[in-house]
């Protein structure tokens, strides 16, 4: 059985795992990293979106052995104890999740937009959050969320 | 959701991989894994071991290679996108790319894969064959050029032989006064495409000298438009071009499936075709 | 001064756990030594199952288990249907893993149990099953045939109810107009984003089970119908959910076996679903064919409406699937007066997935119908759509008003909702760019679409569903406790899956008791803390469990009032309750909830009767359904040459009453239209001939994704329900209810000059290309 060494959320992990095990299910079953849920089998719905090596990638359409030696960042990984992400805090104020289950991946998508384009039009976010679906909401608040955490990340970079 | 059990050898060459791969006939090249891990996931295939190549040096990387861009297999669309070898030298690559399922899949799913995996309803292999790439092909006896007419034989089989490993493609660059266009007709922006229709199009004193166009979709592999990229030669923009653009669906076996009988999709290749050349051609 | 809370938008308490991924989802949680259930499932849609072979399987390492139907058969029971709607409906047997025949292509035949998910999938695939094909039923009006192969021995009609009001012959004799049409309400597939899963345990006597399920109230009392074992020994509780929209308003065959299979090995088990797996077996919605007659006068006033539907019930009835068209029963009159009415309906048997609730559950089918045909009517006499719908539209000043279907409407204001609208949406304007476009012969068309609707919902008076044969009623229940250092825990029989009761209930009780926003907590979902409750759909949470809650809370004051008149020596008639204290009139004196609860629990000095607690418990159940409705707008630009639609905007003017939270109530109609958007232009689960689902995952079953959608504009009218003392209405359906016939009209408006009246759900481009090659010829 192959070894693996994958930081996450900014520990280390030595594991021994089957080839054929899923990322999402290295995170979730054996390091506990339930915060990353899975909405599909066909990679479409990327409610298991993390950052691999800094890129979202969906964790279901990864093998564990595939993330070898790279960094891995979940929902459970951004902000500070005690701090969330501005994005985060943006999607809070916004009103952009009801029952959650997207929220993971759909932050994680849009953390991920910003590093094109911190500023993105309302047609750029929609477009670059193609790949995670949510049947909550109606994408209004999301899209609104995602302008609102750019501001802020724009901000945070700006002021530091 | 969960593959059954394979084998997983991560060598350290090409030549190793070829060799790996020539061992075994059940054993299939992983790339980026965003064709394959679906279909291991829904336990629709059941290879006896993966031959990983993604973090093959040999494979990976963008060449501008003066008459030609050279996309290695592992190059990711998202860096195939956003390389200014592809904007400039092959642009209707990158437009195409950009078509490609969603951010974080391009993230991982490599060009190469892609191409090899020979979905007819993907974008990409519409694009090299309207663009006449040539394939770049390593095995064990050495390295061989494939033709992008040759190169697509079935439904997702391509001419690679066991043992056999894509390396990358030649996208030769066309010269001056080539303009460039990806249509793309689909439900939702996560669906396949209904179908599609990559357009390279020669404009010379006002009237199209040379075009040349990629269906998608549109058969078992993808298929160039010849009835219309004949007729266009010589011919004004205007009515004419429609014209042409009626042969599009000339010599082409489109599917049937939940989202379009075959007759909707000629009609559409019809269309898509003509919005495609007229706006390669520069007359949105 | 104290802000009000009621009105505010508050930010909700539950995101910061769902937004750092410390979510209790059902397949988050874990038990020592947990095993991994994994069903085989069937691949014919129905067969006789000749044998199950599980041996194979229960050799293979990690396996503990492997069991087949037959396995099952003594104690298994049968999945209940608890809505016989009438009294000599065909209810047949459904076990939960199927014995002897499958009726549908994912029924369970045999399961396994593992030490983890990657050994039972393995372990699955080592099961041989013997099946004797048998004919698919798959059609409903061929189901119905005389000579059509039966689903089940009694055949494949379900029931038939023919409901009447009025003098329909009269109404259609010699009527001016009449519009006859026949609308498919294609069958959809809920795809909420979480999976369910089911999690049981046991220590030998009691149970547990986690389910992602709507309704753990119902969910015990049912298991312990089923499988006999006593209710006061199953536990159920309901974690994070990650939406429902009815599919999680079900007793499911896995939530029983998973229970039987704790009990019979002694062993924590789960199971959780994968999404191809619940496209087949989550139940289905929709799915009915709608015969509509609608007779009116040349001015366009209505005279009656006759419906006829047939509904694909699926292969077994489950909790309330006969229910679902019969919600639809009163509602094709919806906003509109007339002389007569005529409702029919008969439920099918087809070897399909069953059928039950999905977001709006009868309601937007009849909506649906009515809206469209309402269209019809202003096309066939030239009349502009909206100028219709005034025509025959209970007027404001009329309510209260009882319809012809014999629902009391309380309250309402269809002008002020549509005038409002209409302003936003720029109604004018888009006529006018329409003219143009069709004079031109533009290949792109504008069309415009309105829907009037309203809905009946806060399920439901308990009289009212006695009467309509429901095996349940429909109160809500809550408990509020003040606790010692004047915090407040609010437990609610209510079962949220993302609606923000926890934000919304503490807005309530905030005003109520005048205590902090913050100050309040909200319990729910555990049978054992929440013992009392009839859980979450129909928009009936805050309508009858948000007044439950006002209840309790007044209770909680009644006490505290009697404890505060003791300790301040005055009568309880000479206080007054304001800003969380009770103040003695015309004096400085005055004891707040929080120190009175501090005083109830040192219990140093109670007056006589009073207990030493200052908690509460309330039932509300309410007189009436409450209704609200709105107005939706939608332009579409309809590409001819593709059949391509695209909605360019889209106006939801909505009254749900008084508004608790805006945030809340704006994101449920949001969420709503997209769901009903999908509805018109995306879903549909597709079955072949042979009863294969062809859309079992979400590459062939469309959602539409942020790209996919446009922004939706939103605003509201406010006229408060007078059937409860919150004023509220609910807004859990509306915008799914509403949207929907909104897309299809503007589509069919765009299209009506080529001679086009309807274009059947999903209009898909290729539908719509076909409706114009069609006239073309």
């Given at each position: ?47 298991c ?17 595939q ?12 902000g ?8 985060q ?6 009103h952009?999740l ?5 929220t ?28 995670n ?7 209004c ?20 | ?51 990983d ?11 501008d ?31 195409a790319?950009?078509?490609?399922a ?55 089989e ?6 056999e ?68 030669r ?7 071009v429609?014209?042409?653009c ?39 | ?19 750092t ?36 399987a ?5 396996v ?86 039966k ?82 020994r ?41 999404r ?117 539209w ?72 006695g ?45 109520a ?17 929440a ?83 200052l ?115 609910g ?13 299809v ?33």
């Amino acid at each position: 059985m192959p070894r693996i060494t994958v930081i996450v959320d900014g520990v280390t992990y030595e594991e021994d795992v089957e080839p054929r095990v899923l990322l999402v299910h290295l995170l979730r079953e054996r390091l506990g990293k339930t915060g990353t849920p899975i909405g599909c089998d066909t990679s479409n719905c990327g409610a298991c979106t993390v950052l691999l090596d800094g890129k979202s990638v969906k964790s279901c359409s990864v093998l564990a052995v595939q993330a070898d030696g790279c960094d891995v960042v979940t929902i459970e990984g951004l902000g500070t104890s005690g701090s969330m992400h501005p994005m985060q805090k943006a999607f809070h104020e916004e009103h952009a999740l009801q029952c959650g289950y997207c929220t993971p991946g759909m932050v994680m998508a849009a953390i991920d937009l910003l590093r094109d384009d911190p500023d993105p039009s309302e047609e750029t976010i929609r477009q670059g959050l193609e790949g995670n679906l949510c049947r909550c909401t109606g994408y209004c608040n999301i899209v609104r969320a995602v302008r609102k955490g750019a501001q802020e990340m724009g901000q945070a970079v700006s002021t530091s | 959701m969960i593959p059954a059990q394979f084998d997983y050898e991560r060598p350290a060459s090409l030549a190793e991989a070829c060799q790996a791969l020539a061992e075994d006939d059940e054993a299939k090249v992983l790339a980026g894994g965003q064709s394959l891990l679906p279909l291991l996931r829904l336990r629709l295939a059941y290879p006896s071991k993966l031959v990983d190549v993604g973090r093959l040096d040999e494979l990976k990387g963008v060449h501008d290679r003066g008459d030609h861009v050279f996309i290695g297999a592992m190059a990711t669309h998202d860096e195939v996108m956003r390389s200014p070898a592809v904007t400039s030298g092959c642009p209707l690559v990158a437009m195409a790319t950009s078509h490609v399922a969603d951010p974080a899949i391009r993230h991982r799913g490599t060009f190469g894969g892609s191409l090899a995996h020979s979905d007819p309803a993907g974008d990409l292999p519409a694009v090299v064959l309207a663009l006449d790439g040539v394939f770049v092909a390593r095995s064990a006896q050495g390295e061989r050029e494939i033709p992008a007419a040759e190169f697509f034989v079935d439904y997702l089989e391509s001419s690679l032989a066991q043992g056999e490993i894509l390396a990358g493609v030649k996208i030769p660059k066309l010269g001056d006064g080539w303009g460039f266009h990806y249509e793309k007709f689909h439900r939702t922006a996560q669906a396949w495409a209904i179908v599609g229709v990559a357009a390279a199009v020669r404009r010379s004193n006002g009237a199209i000298t040379e075009a040349r166009i990629g269906l998608t979709n549109m058969g078992p592999t993808p298929l160039r438009a010849r009835a219309t990229e004949a007729a266009l030669r010589g011919v004004e923009l205007g009515d004419a071009v429609r014209q042409a653009c009626e042969q599009a669906a000339e010599d082409t076996s489109p599917p049937s499936d939940l989202h379009a009988q075959p007759d909707y999709r000629r009609h559409l290749a019809r269309v898509l075709t003509h919005r495609a050349v007229r706006t390669a051609a520069g007359s949105p | 001064m104290t802000v009000q809370e009621v009105g505010q938008p508050r930010r909700r308490k539950e995101d910061a756990r769902l937004l750092t991924g410390r979510t209790q989802w059902t397949d988050n949680l874990t038990r020592p030594g947990l095993l991994h259930v994994m069903f085989l499932r069937s691949p014919m849609a129905h067969a006789r199952i000749a044998s199950v072979d599980v041996s194979a399987a229960r050799g293979l390492p990690g396996v503990v288990a492997a069991f087949s139907g037959q396995d099952f058969a003594a104690e298994q029971g049968s999945l209940p249907c608890a809505w016989p709607v009438t009294e000599d409906i065909v209810i047949p047997d459904h076990p939960p893993m199927a014995v002897d025949e499958v009726r549908y292509v994912g029924e369970a035949v045999a399961c396994v149990v593992a030490t983890d998910r990657y050994r039972a999938a393995d372990a699955l695939d080592a099961i041989e099953v013997e099946y004797e094909p048998l004919p698919a039923v798959v059609d409903m009006n061929q189901a119905l045939a005389p000579d059509s192969p039966k689903v089940h021995e009694a055949g494949n009609k379900a029931f038939n109810v023919t409901i009447t009001s009025g003098d329909v012959e009269a109404a259609f004799r010699d009527a001016p107009v009449v519009i006859d049409r026949t609308y498919v309400q294609q069958r959809l597939i809920p795809s909420a984003m979480e999976p369910r899963a089911v999690m049981a345990d046991t220590d030998g006597e009691s149970f547990t089970v986690w389910s992602s399920t709507q309704i753990p109230h119902v969910l015990r009392v049912m298991l312990a119908v089923v499988t006999g074992i006593p209710e006061h020994r199953i536990r159920v509780i309901a974690p994070d959910v990650g939406g429902g929209f009815g599919s999680k308003l079900q007793v499911t065959a896995e939530e029983v076996l998973c229970l039987l299979l704790a009990r019979r090995l002694g062993k924590p088990v789960k199971w959780t679903e994968s999404r191809s797996e619940g496209n087949l077996t989550v139940h289905h919605g929709r799915d009915q064919i709608q015969h509509v007659r609608l007779a009116a006068d040349a001015d366009g006033r209505i005279r009656g409406l006759q419906v006829d539907l047939l509904a694909d019930m699926g292969a077994y009835l489950m909790l309330v699937t006969p229910g679902i068209p019969m919600l639809g029963a009163q509602m094709f009159n919806a906003i509109y007066k007339m002389d007569a009415y005529q409702f029919g309906c008969t439920g099918v048997f087809t070897t399909k997935m069953p059928t039950d609730a999905y977001r709006g559950a009868g309601r937007p089918e009849a909506t649906f119908a009515i809206e469209r045909v309402m269209d019809e009517l202003a096309a066939e006499l030239g009349m502009d759509p909206v100028e219709v719908r005034r025509r025959n539209w209970i007027k404001h000043e009329e309510f209260p008003y009882t319809t012809i279907s014999g629902l009391t409407y309380d309250s309402g204001n269809y002008e002020a909702a549509t005038e409002k609208a209409l302003a936003l949406f720029g109604y004018d304007k888009l006529r006018a760019e329409q003219a143009d476009r069709r004079d031109r012969g533009d290949p792109v068309q504008l069309g415009i679409g309105v829907s009037t609707f309203t809905e009946m919902c806060g399920l439901a008076p308990s009289r009212m569903l006695g009467e309509a044969n429901y095996g349940a009623g429909g109160w809500e229940h809550a408990s509020v406790r003040m606790l010692p250092t004047g915090k407040v825990e609010v437990i609610t029989g209510t079962s949220p899956h993302g609606q923000g009761h926890v934000t919304s209930w503490s807005q309530i009780v905030s005003d109520a008791l005048g205590v902090p926003f913050d100050d309040v907590t909200v319990l729910h979902g555990d049978t054992a803390i929440a013992h009392k409750g009839m859980d979450t759909y129909g928009s009936r949470s805050l309508v009858i469990g948000g007044v439950a809650v006002v209840k309790a809370c007044d209770k909680v004051k009644e006490k505290a009032r009697r404890l505060a008149a003791h300790l301040m020596e005055c009568s309880p008639d000479d206080l007054e309750f304001a800003a969380g204290a009770f103040k003695v009139r015309g004096t400085e004196q005055q004891r707040t909830i929080q120190e009175l609860a501090y005083a109830a629990f040192t219990a140093h000095d109670l007056p006589e009767g009073v207990e030493a607690r200052l908690d509460s418990d309330a039932t509300f159940d309410p007189d009436n359904y409450s209704f609200p409705h709105g107005t939706h707008l939608c332009a579409a630009e309809v590409d001819t040459e593709t059949g391509m639609v695209k909605i360019r905007s889209y106006v939801a003017v909505d009254d749900v009453g008084t508004v608790i939270n805006p945030l809340i109530v704006e994101g449920q109609v949001q969420g709503g239209i997209a769901q009903g958007i999908a509805q018109a232009l995306f879903e549909e689960a597709v079955y072949d001939a042979d009863g294969n689902l062809l859309t079992t995952t979400m590459a062939d079953y469309l959602l539409p994704s942020a790209a996919d959608l446009p922004n939706f504009t939103l605003d509201r009218t406010q006229t408060p329900a007078t059937s409860n003392p919150l004023g509220v209405k609910g807004v859990g359906e509306a915008g799914t209810i509403a949207s929907t016939p909104a897309v299809v009209n503007a589509i069919v408006d765009a299209l009506r000059p080529y001679g086009i009246h309807d274009i059947r759900m999903p209009c898909t481009p290729e539908r719509v290309w076909r409706a114009l090659e069609g006239v073309r010829r």
